[in-house]
């Protein structure tokens, strides 16, 4: 049962276009909602995140849009780059105390080609 | 540099062969996790640890076994291996204040 559902599973971007990517979620408790990226070799590290009370979070060129009555949230990334190519997770928990369980998406591989 | 270790970062065993995974984090983060990633489904929880002294189930917790031996450290047992868990295995913790999960870089199992 894959309570958070991520698409597309690879995308392929010209450099400078804007990369997108989706996530659902079907459990309404869900509250907290980072984003992962991961490049090969290495483990996720935590890329930006946002909570249900905002419906737009920026941190330079990356962008989570979420939507609570649509139970989804994207990751925008502008002006792509050759160095955004890795794989990116989207990810939800109940709470944001230090000691949740994150459920994650089953991954994007992004690839910027020049 | 503080992160997560991971040990062994690389681990080819026989089916029914049993092995043990290694993680330490040197962040005094109180919550720690087991993860595999497989293709197409991405990271699914197998164990984990809220605080020193307590162990629960995840997603995905057959075949597997997990210590806290301490604060610092994590392990995740396979006792007796099967083909089916040929996976990348992370290890992360987290703590209130912390940026996110800290992960280790993976240990690449393949049972044969």
């Known amino acids: 049962q894959q309570q958070v559902k991520q698409s597309p599973q690879s995308l392929i971007v010209q450099k400078g276009g804007i990369s997108i990517i989706n996530c659902a979620y079907e459990?309404?408790?869900?509250?907290?909602f980072p984003w992962y990226q991961q490049f090969p070799g290495k483990g996720p590290a935590l890329l930006i995140a946002?909570?249900?009370?905002?419906s737009e979070k920026k941190e330079g060129r990356f962008t989570i849009s979420f939507n609570k009555s649509a139970k989804q949230f994207s990751l925008h990334i502008m002006d792509s780059q050759p160095g955004d190519s890795a794989t990116y997770f989207c990810a939800a928990s109940i709470g944001n105390f230090g000691n949740e369980k994150l459920t994650f998406g089953t991954g994007t591989r992004l690839t910027i080609i020049p | 540099n503080a992160g997560v270790t991971q040990t062994p970062k690389f681990q080819v065993l026989k089916t029914g062969q049993s092995m043990t995974l290694q993680c330490a984090q040197d962040m005094n983060h109180n919550s720690m996790y087991w993860y595999r990633q497989d293709p197409g489904m991405g990271l699914r929880l197998i164990y984990y640890s809220a605080s020193e002294g307590t162990t629960d189930k995840g997603e995905v917790p057959n075949g597997y076994n997990v210590s806290r031996l301490n604060k610092r450290e994590f392990s995740l047992r396979l006792e007796s291996a099967a083909p089916s868990q040929t996976s990348v295995y992370f290890c992360a913790s987290s703590e209130l204040g912390s940026s996110g999960y800290t992960f280790g870089s993976g240990t690449r199992l393949t049972v044969v």
């Open positions: 946002i909570r249900p009370d905002v």
């Open positions: 459990n309404t408790a869900f509250d907290y």
